[in-house]
């Protein structure tokens, strides 16, 4: 049972992903171009990496094969971490069927894994972002996840609990309401990375943040959705032989 | 009636037992932390692979997209 799922969980990743990059080629790309333009033309471009001479990977290839690559990848590591989560929160969080736990855990993941660590470190395009504090911007990027993720298992656990005694909807409501106010008080703690240069434009800037953001809901909604219906194929087979009274499997 | 709303309700869903999950937890772990370094942090602020940046390169705009720190 755990196979199947985890292949499911992986296929859907893999569709995710695909899709994510379609979205981020057409939404995102252009802002990625103009922002290396702008690296290019301005003073540091010999720091940054990306200057003529150091083209290992040319620009067709980077934004074709490499960002397929890249988010494909992603969706499919994103998509096997994603079916062991499930497997892990089916049956034990309430009696949901597996599409809507698949929808609700894809939802409450993205908050935690993508948007939370976004409003403290937003994405930066090329060109904004010193290279020499690449180390330090790694380290709190991936702590401040790692912290919002272990809030929001926290959060997910005591939800459970309380809502056995206040009921589903106090006990939801207070789990998120302690998990924002403990990653808020989280990320006002954590040091501020401020990089974007006086000159980049604000315009450029808000384009690509908001296509890195989209492109991430993109590929996290069609992770919930694909393998929630996939899920509910495999479970809802699993299900009529040994649990489910004769008569009722099937009927949904 | 009362009989048949005790029988129409919600069929239990299937728990799959943490014993079955664990083993594959571990393995799909790994590697997907091993795959989300290489597009996430390779040639970035760590370099494994003496490739001079060849990944980082390779996957630069879906590093960026994605929203991670890339140089």
Redesign the interface.
């Given at each position: 049972?755990?196979?199947t799922?985890?292949v499911r969980g992986l296929l859907a990743g893999l569709i995710a992903g695909a899709l994510a990059?379609v979205f981020?080629y057409v939404v995102?790309?252009p802002s990625?171009d103009v922002a290396i333009g702008l690296e290019e033309a301005g003073p540091g471009a010999h720091e940054?990496?990306h200057g003529a001479e150091?083209?290992?990977?040319s620009r067709g290839?980077?934004?074709t094969v490499?960002?397929?690559?890249?988010?494909g990848?992603?969706g499919?590591?994103?998509g096997?971490?994603f079916?062991?989560a499930f497997?892990?929160v089916?049956?034990?969080l309430g009696?949901?069927?597996?599409r809507l736990?698949a929808a609700l855990l894809a939802a409450g993941a993205f908050v935690v894994v993508?948007l939370v660590?976004?409003l403290k470190?937003?994405?930066?395009?090329?060109a904004v972002?010193q290279?020499g504090t690449?180390?330090d911007?790694?380290?709190l990027?991936?702590g401040f996840v790692a912290l919002s993720l272990a809030l929001g298992i926290v959060a997910a656990v005591a939800g459970r609990a309380l809502a056995d005694r206040l009921g589903a909807w106090w006990g939801g409501l207070l789990a998120a309401g302690g998990y924002v106010v403990a990653a808020a008080v989280a990320a006002a703690l954590l040091p501020v990375v401020d990089e974007v240069p006086p000159e980049f434009p604000g315009s450029v800037l808000w384009d690509?943040r908001l296509?890195?953001?989209a492109?991430?809901l993109v590929l996290w909604t069609s992770l919930g959705l694909l393998f929630g219906a996939f899920a509910e194929r495999a479970?809802r087979a699993?299900?009529t032989a040994p649990?489910?009274?004769a008569g009722?499997?099937g009927q949904r | 009636m009362s009989q048949a709303s005790i029988a129409t309700p919600h069929p239990v869903p299937l728990r799959i037992p943490l014993r079955e999950i664990a083993p594959w937890a571990v393995f799909a772990g790994v590697l997907a932390l091993v795959v989300l370094f290489f597009v996430s942090t390779e040639a970035g602020a760590v370099e494994l692979l003496s490739t001079n940046g060849l990944v980082h390169e390779f996957v630069h705009d879906g590093r960026h997209l994605l929203a991670f720190p890339c140089h």
């Open positions: 049972m755990m196979r799922v985890l990059t981020a995102g790309e990625v940054h990496g150091e083209a290992v990977v290839v980077q934004r490499g960002l397929l690559t890249g988010v990848l992603y499919v590591a994103v096997g971490l079916a062991v497997a892990f089916h049956g034990r009696a949901l069927r597996p736990t993508v660590p976004f470190y937003p994405a930066n395009p090329p972002g290279p690449i180390g911007r790694t380290s990027y991936f690509f296509a890195s953001l492109t991430q479970l699993g299900d649990t489910a009274p009722l499997a | -």
